[in-house]
C-alpha cells in the first residue's frame, strides 16, 4: 500500500522568508511521480511541482523547489521568498491515488 | 477550454436522497479521477476512469456509490440513500499523461442534514 506522511499540521513563515514543508512517502513501485498542490481557502486545488522519480534533478519552479530524497522515501518542498498570496493549504502527492493529510501554511506580514 | 467543471457548487439534500454531480474534463484528457474531502484533510481518492474505462473502483466507499463516463467525456457520481456521514467536498481531475500532474475542479460540497 502507497501512503503519504505530512508530519507538520500548520507551519508559519513572516513575509520574503523560506519555508521548508516535509514530507515521506512510501511505496513498492520503482517509476512514480511526486507532486505538490496548494489549496487556498475555498479555492480550488493547484498543481505546483512535480518530480519524477527516476531523475535525480529536484524540480524548481520559480520560487518552488523540492529536495527529493529517493532512498530516505523524502519529498519536501522549499518555498523562497514568500509572498502573502502562498497562504494555502498544501498537500503532498503520490502519484494521483495518495495524498497526504496537508500542511497549512501561514504568511506573516 | 477553461479548465475542470463540476457541477453542482453546493448541494444540500435530505437523508436518504439520491444525489448525482457531474464532472466536465479538460477535453484533451483521458484520465479522470473522483475524490472527497473533508475539512482538514487531503482529497481521498474513489475511482478513476481511462477513458470510458473505469480501471479503480475498489476505493468506493461502500455500494451506495457509484460513478461513471459514457463516451470517454464527462462523468457523473452518484451517492444513493445519502447519509449524513457523505457530507463533504467532491473533487474531481483530469489528466491528459500521469507524470504531468492533475488539474482540479472547484467541487462540489455536498450537505446531508
Known amino acids: 500500500a502507497q501512503t503519504v506522511t505530512q508530519s507538520q499540521p500548520e507551519m508559519s513563515v513572516q513575509e520574503a522568508e523560506t519555508v521548508t514543508l516535509s514530507c515521506t512517502y512510501d511505496?513498492?513501485?520503482?517509476?512514480?511521480?511526486l507532486f505538490w498542490y496548494k489549496q487556498p481557502p475555498s479555492r480550488q486545488m493547484i498543481l505546483v511541482i512535480r518530480?519524477?522519480?527516476?531523475?535525480?534533478q529536484n524540480a524548481t519552479e520559480n520560487r518552488f523547489s523540492v529536495n527529493f530524497q529517493k532512498a530516505a522515501k523524502s519529498f519536501s518542498l522549499k518555498i523562497s521568498d514568500s509572498q502573502l498570496g502562498d497562504a494555502a493549504m498544501y498537500f503532498c502527492?503520490?502519484?494521483?491515488?495518495?495524498f497526504g493529510t496537508g500542511t497549512r501554511l501561514t504568511i506573516i506580514p | 477550454d477553461t479548465g475542470v467543471s463540476q457541477d453542482p457548487r453546493h448541494k444540500i439534500t435530505k437523508r436518504g436522497q439520491n444525489v448525482t454531480f457531474r464532472c466536465d474534463p479538460i477535453?484533451?484528457?483521458?484520465?479522470l479521477y473522483w475524490y472527497r474531502q473533508t475539512l482538514g484533510q487531503g482529497p481521498e481518492f474513489l475511482t478513476y476512469?481511462?477513458?470510458?474505462?473505469?480501471?479503480?473502483k475498489s476505493r468506493l466507499l461502500s455500494d451506495r456509490f457509484s460513478a461513471e463516463r459514457p463516451k470517454g467525456s464527462f462523468s457523473t457520481l452518484e451517492i444513493q440513500r445519502t447519509e449524513q456521514g457523505d457530507s463533504a467536498m467532491y473533487l474531481c481531475a483530469s489528466s491528459g499523461r500521469r507524470s504531468y500532474g492533475y488539474t482540479f475542479g472547484s467541487g462540489t460540497r455536498l450537505t446531508v442534514v
Open positions: 511505496t513498492s513501485e520503482s517509476d512514480y511521480y
Open positions: 518530480q519524477e522519480a527516476y531523475k535525480q
Open positions: 476512469f481511462q477513458n470510458e474505462a473505469q480501471l479503480e
Open positions: 477535453s484533451e484528457h483521458n484520465r
Open positions: 502527492a503520490l502519484g494521483g491515488l495518495t
